[in-house]
């Protein structure tokens, strides 16, 4: 499946949200979490994760720094200099936790990235 398809929508929010208060009990916020698992994981593993998040964030629970967990597999590594936009960090036997380079978004902004 496209990603693409699950990730507009989401970013869709994401713009919208910007000019709401602040509501999610969680860093990153629901929002990031859900766009990383759909373009970390299979459909149903994001789609599950992300609805388990998204019930989680009420009063009912205290929230806090919930790194969305994916399985990774890399397949064809090719060694060449690349901007880091991600670091995948070893949880156990095959998953990883994401977490979000903030400096590559200013990098990119200032225009010092390659394409």
């Not at 869709?12 to 859900?34: G, T």
């Not at 009420?58 to 806090?64: I, P, T």
């Not at 399985?71 to 060694?79: D, G, R, S, T």
């Amino acid at each position: 499946m496209n990603k693409s398809i699950f990730l507009k929508p989401i970013k869709a929010y994401q713009f919208v949200s910007k000019m709401l208060p602040a509501s999610c009990r969680y860093y990153p916020s629901c929002s990031e979490y859900a766009s990383w698992q759909f373009e970390f994981n299979r459909f149903d593993r994001a789609f599950v994760k992300t609805s388990l998040r998204i019930l989680r964030c009420n009063q009912l629970f205290n929230g806090g720094i919930d790194y969305p967990l994916v399985k990774w597999y890399p397949k064809n590594i090719i060694y060449k200099k690349i901007e880091i936009k991600y670091w995948i960090v070893h949880k156990n036997r095959d998953n990883y936790y994401i977490i979000k380079d903030f400096d590559f978004i200013k990098r990119a902004k200032d225009g010092k990235i390659s394409k």
